[in-house]
Nanobody, 118 residues
Framework: QVQLVESGGGLVQPGGSLRLSCAAS????????LGWYRQAPGKQRELVAT???????IYSDSVKGRFTISRDNAKNTVYLQMNSLKPEDTAVYYC????????????WGQGTPVTVSS
């Protein structure tokens, strides 16, 4: 049973930065493409960044140039460095392993909330 534990969220002012972490247990972490998702209040969950097993990255237009996804396979951890945060980045952030068609591999963790507000 894979467990995902997200951390690093919090309250930050517009223009600030946060670094999120997601640790996974019980899986061959390194073989998967990993992704960060977010879900804002009243909205559907959206995929904002992915990193392949080889380290190739893709970002949604809404975060491109501001967020950076990275991974440490030795620690079974994926990170999301978020810079130049905006109020519209406010959401609960989750990690998972995305698949084609909007599917994902593992059960969701509890997520980590990010609030961008002055």
């Amino acid at each position: 049973q894979v467990q995902l534990v997200e951390s690093g969220g919090g309250l930050v002012q517009p223009g600030g930065s946060l670094r999120l972490s997601c640790a996974a247990s019980g899986t061959m972490f390194r073989i998967y493409t990993l992704g960060w998702y977010r879900q804002a209040p009243g909205k559907q969950r959206e995929l904002v960044a992915t990193i392949s097993s080889r380290g190739s990255t893709i970002y949604s237009d809404s975060v491109k140039g501001r967020f950076t996804i990275s991974r440490d396979n030795a620690k079974n951890t994926v990170y999301l460095q978020m810079n130049s945060l905006k109020p519209e980045d406010t959401a609960v952030y989750y990690c998972n392993a995305p698949r084609d068609g909007g599917y994902y591999v593992w059960s969701w963790g509890q997520g980590t909330p990010v609030t961008v507000s002055s």
